[in-house]
């Protein structure tokens, strides 16, 4: 298996400077996929600074059907994790659509984006979300030479 056809990119948050307010990225349709795993890029996180990440649902993109946490999936993210990843995967997630959380509080902490890969997918080849991805390549064992 290869990421570039069988997971769907999204990015699902831009870049949020640094702040204590609550982050709420774009949710993806679940149709047709079993699984998504969300990829949280920080940047600076000051001292003191209370940040977790987590994942919601909702039957109808939060229509009628307001997004509700998921039990167990919230990651703290301590005030010395400055520019790292955190990866959160949800499997056969109860309603259709998820989107990714960032908690924040206290002191201020920088969100560089937050990706979502979409897996397990129940046609293939995937085609990633074209409002938000440039272009996706695959290349097996390729030669030395010019790129």
Avoid: W
């Avoid at 940047?43 to 649902?57: F, M, N, P, S």
């Amino acid at each position: 298996m290869n990421l570039s056809t069988h997971g769907k990119v999204t990015r699902v948050s831009n870049a949020v400077a640094a702040g204590t307010t609550d982050i709420n990225g774009s949710s993806v349709d679940m149709t047709g996929f079993d699984a998504v795993t969300f990829y949280f890029l920080f940047g600076a996180i000051t001292a003191t600074a209370v940040t977790a990440c987590k994942a919601q649902q909702s039957g109808d993109d939060g229509s009628a059907d307001a997004f509700a946490d998921l039990a167990g999936t919230s990651i703290s993210v301590a005030d010395d994790d400055d520019n790292k990843v955190v990866a959160l995967e949800i499997t056969n997630p109860r309603e259709r659509y998820v989107r990714p959380v960032v908690d924040r509080g206290t002191a201020n902490a920088v969100l560089d984006g937050i990706i979502a890969v979409q897996t397990r997918a129940k046609a293939e080849p995937v085609t990633h979300d074209a409002a938000t991805v440039v272009g996706s390549e695959h290349h097996h064992a390729p030669a030395e030479g010019t790129a």
